[in-house]
């Protein structure tokens, strides 16, 4: 791959880590583009793609951070508070890994069909065949000689991010946090990531304080309510703030609930870790189901309709995954150990 520009299909591992890889091999620049075999099932005429359905049109492009590895390039594994730990520049993070050093462009998957129909080698294994209407060829080069060129507009700045934390005091036990995070960070309008999950949180934290000052109610330990920024760059807000607060979250808080782009109409859908198994199913069986579709068929709480949506290998049960990365529940989970 050495002098190479690699060209990559997104999906299958984090993106980051294919542009990391393809730098150590020596290439001196990536492509990544989408396939319509992944966003584009039904077929990619206009009938089947955006706006008329929510498949990706084909000029659409997929975008993300291609960091590697989460929270703030510059203090890695430390807060970002440059006033009290060692920070390293951003030469410094390209030179370590944590940034990428040779430009990388996001594409369309019809802008890969002028790139795949064109290239010349041998057939590319039957998996990584997609659903461009063309063979794809591991390359390197094309048939008619021509070169491909990238060119990247961007620059790397350090800006300041602001996470939003607000609480309801415990009455009980009012040094231990149940937290609810969300980041308010998108790459563009954000309508479905993150602000499905936006409004859920602030609604939430509405209908709580409602019900603390009509009532006098208080939580028995303490809620804590996050918006985090700076997702979408890397998860930067909210690992920054267990880097900073590791001690204490791990001492003090309860649990870590995330949301981010949440499911909607029929069904529930929870990722969580064996610990929470239980408790999640028993809150789930409590909730009355608020489709009325559901309920005509017999379907009476969220539990019922999760069971029936995603079920489990163990009948009766639903599908739980033990959550990855991707989101802000990552540093409290693969970092505070919550």
Known sequence: MSGKIALMRFGGGFRGDKVYKAQQNGAIGAILFSDPDDIARDGTDEAHVYPNTLWMPNEGVQRGSIMHGDGDPLTPLYPSKKELFKSRTIEQAKKDGALP?????PVSYSTAYQILSRMK???????WQGAINVTYKIGPGFQSGEALTISVNGNLKVKKIRNVIGYIRGKDEPDRYVILGNHYDAWVYGSMDPNSGTAILAEVARAMMQT???TGWRPARTIMFAAWDGEEHGIIGSTEFVEEFTDILRQRAVVYLNMDCLHG?????VGTTPSLYRITMDAAKK??????????KGRE???DSWVKTFPSGTPGLPNMPVPGGGSDHAAFLTY???
Not at 101 to 105: K, Y
Not at 121 to 127: D, M, N, V
Not at 287 to 296: A, L, Q, R, T, Y
């Open 101 to 105: 050093s040779i430009p990388v462009l």
């Open 121 to 127: 080698g041998r057939p590319a294994p039957q998996p």
């Open 212 to 214: 603390v000052n009509e």
């Open 265 to 269: 109409n029929t069904s529930l859908h």
């Open 287 to 296: 909730i009355e189901n608020p489709s009325k579709s559901e309920k005509g």
């Open 301 to 303: 709480t969220m539990y």
């Open 336 to 338: 505070a150990g919550k």
